[in-house]
């Protein structure tokens, strides 16, 4: 809102105090016709994981078999470092830092976007049997019943399968309460031992080849399933923060959603589509790694403003959690390697049975 006050000739223009126009604990932004309200403090929360994100990438870059000063590491980036260097950064760790990335905040972003759906803190991908569904197709790319699909393509059809037999088996009861939740835990029983039963059929040779898809890890990422992954988190990430005032309404009763104006069925749907195609990507790229879909959200509502759902930070968040499980992963034992999968389940599980202890709190049931 604009005043116009005359002191001379001229007519000198004021703005009144964003205060007075925002509500306690914004700030309005406005250029031309435009304005947005931005929350101080999910704004602060999202630049602080950022900040986190880019220490533990650069942690991630200096930290192997082999220690590398930030100022090497920097030099590698440029292309100025020695040819150990570089070829350490660029060709070994650098790669691998960004399938981290990718994949922890598609993992996270998913399981934001679920438990929203569901209004419940454990309907998260990997818990509701999504990741089974998807590893299951995966893996029986991998060992050669994949009908000549790619890991991502059978990926992205177990996860879907995964899904439709979840809603199947509470239709009409809804995606709330814990109904939803004890179907998911049995559809995922199912196809963690169809995965089982797949890799007991096989080579031994062919098993080994399917096994990061069975307990997530980094250390054998498929090229054309990073791009993908990248692909899909460029164009799930901004239709996720697209459907905010949405996300915000489905905590509300369907009646009380369609009155603000909200299509509900139509985004409900829009955010089961981004959640079960950004989980599927990141399990052909990593294979099911537990819990990041449960401790990024988590990690976000406790930083971020109550007052929406915490999107963007549950992504940062989930890209932390990942770089830092898998760089962990490395060092532990190096020179042997812990699957990321195993590190964010040690750490994962512990508070999995916080929230089944309480499972009752702010924000999300």
Do not use: K
Not at 8 to 15: A, K, M, T
Not at 241 to 253: E, H, P, V
Not at 301 to 317: D, F, G
Request: with cysteine; net charge positive; proline share 5%.
């Amino acid at each position: 809102m604009t005043l116009l006050v005359q002191s001379s000739p001229r007519l000198d223009r004021v703005e009144t105090e964003d205060a007075v126009a925002s509500p306690r604990g914004t700030r309005r932004l406005a250029w031309g016709g435009f304005s947005v309200l931005l929350d101080r403090r999910s704004l602060a929360a999202n630049l602080l994981l950022l900040v986190l994100v880019l220490a533990a990438s650069l942690a991630y870059l200096c930290f192997g078999e082999r220690t590398l000063s930030p100022a090497e590491v920097l030099a590698a980036l440029h292309g100025t470092g020695d040819g150990l260097s570089t070829f350490l950064v660029s060709a070994l760790r650098l790669p691998r830092l960004g399938a981290a990335l990718a994949t922890g905040a598609a993992f996270a972003l998913a399981g934001c976007l679920m438990q929203t759906l569901a209004a419940n803190r454990l309907a998260t991908p990997g818990i509701i049997g999504i990741d089974n569904g998807a590893t299951a197709f995966a893996v029986a790319s991998v060992v050669g019943l994949g009908f000549g699909l790619a890991p991502p393509a059978m990926a992205l059809a177990g996860a879907a399968t995964a899904t439709t037999l979840t809603f199947g088996l509470v239709l009409g009861g809804g995606t709330r309460g814990y109904r939803f939740i004890v179907a998911g835990i049995g559809v995922g029983a199912v196809f963690g031992a169809i995965t089982n039963l797949l890799l007991a059929r096989v080579a031994i040779d062919v098993a080994n080849a399917a096994y990061p898809w069975t307990v997530g890890s980094l250390s054998a990422r498929p090229e054309g399933a990073v791009w993908a992954l990248t692909i899909g988190l460029a164009l799930g990430l901004p239709a996720a923060l697209a459907l905010g005032r949405s996300l915000s309404l489905m905590g509300f009763s369907v009646s009380v959603a369609r009155s603000l104006g909200s299509r509900l069925g139509r985004r409900r749907a829009q955010v089961l589509i981004t959640s079960v195609a950004l989980t599927a990507l990141a399990v052909a790229v990593a294979g099911p790694v537990g819990m990041v879909g449960l401790l990024g959200p988590e990690l976000a509502r406790h930083l971020a403003s109550r007052r929406s759902v915490p999107v963007l930070a549950s992504a940062l968040a989930g890209a932390l959690i990942m770089v830092l499980a898998d760089l962990v992963g490395r060092l532990m034992l190096s020179p042997l390697e812990i699957p990321v999968g195993i590190v964010t389940a040690v750490v994962g599980g512990p508070w999995l049975l916080w929230i089944l202890i309480r499972p009752r709190s702010q924000g999300v049931a």
